[in-house]
């Protein structure tokens, strides 16, 4: 399979915890995106790397998440003292920078705060 | 402030009807929009791009300025069209972050 793999699949943790999530893009592909999508909602973004640069952080990544791609291949994605409202699937995607392409998504990594 | 709004939570047609999903924008300029999909325990994907101009499973989607928006049609639903939509937009045109749509629901019945 060639296309965004995400790992774990799914997370149950409990408040307070930390939890680190993995994506690996496309191998081809230089950007890659965060998104969260909780219920009954499109998918908001979070944060996005062009190669190993870190080039936009939402509002909505608060001093608790942070974000890495080491090398410009994979990347991951931390959440530091988790709560219940970090509850959600969190997307990743990836696509060529330019000129602006498709973004292709992974299967998500569902996270339960408990 | 850009922003994609889906009028509909949830649209549920007859195998064989006329389906219009509803996308409208707010965007400064000549904006780049898409549509997703997601199947039951699929991942999301495009189905098809403003710039493409291309009819992808039926669905067409016409971008009109003057009204600011972006729907899909399709003029004869099929049972396994049943999915989420999204609209999408980029808000800079530079290849970076989507903002979607709440998503619309679409389900055909035989």
């Known amino acids: 399979d060639t296309g965004v793999s995400q790992d774990p699949r799914h997370k149950i943790t409990k408040r307070g915890q930390n939890v680190t999530f993995r994506c690996d893009p496309i191998s081809e592909h230089n950007r890659l995106y965060w998104y969260r999508q909780t219920l009954g909602q499109g998918p908001e973004f979070l944060t996005y790397?062009?190669?190993?640069?870190?080039?936009?952080k939402s509002r909505l990544l608060s001093d608790r998440f942070s974000a890495e791609r080491p090398k410009g291949s994979f990347s991951t994605l931390e959440i530091q003292r988790t709560e219940q409202g970090d509850s959600a699937m969190y997307l990743c995607?990836?696509?060529?920078?330019?000129?602006?392409?498709?973004?292709?998504f992974g299967p998500g990594t569902r996270l339960l705060v408990l | 402030a850009q922003r994609v709004t889906q009028p509909e939570k949830l649209l549920s047609v007859f195998k064989g009807a006329p389906v219009e999903l509803k996308c409208n924008y707010s965007?400064?300029?000549?904006?780049?929009l898409f549509w997703y999909v997601q199947y039951s325990r699929q991942r999301l994907q495009l189905l098809l791009r403003?710039?493409s101009r291309e009819s992808i499973k039926g669905f067409t989607a016409d971008l009109n300025k003057g009204e600011t928006s972006f729907h899909l049609k399709k003029p004869f639903a099929q049972e396994e069209d049943s999915a989420m939509y999204y609209c999408?937009?980029?808000?800079?045109?530079?290849?970076?972050?989507?903002?979607f749509g709440q998503g619309t629901e679409l389900s055909v019945k035989p």
């Open positions: 965007y400064s300029g000549s904006p780049e």
């Open positions: 403003h710039i």
């Open positions: 995607a990836s696509s060529l920078g330019f000129p602006p392409g498709t973004q292709y």
């Open positions: 790397f062009q190669n190993e640069a870190q080039l936009e």
């Open positions: 999408a937009l980029p808000p800079d045109n530079q290849g970076g972050k989507l903002i």
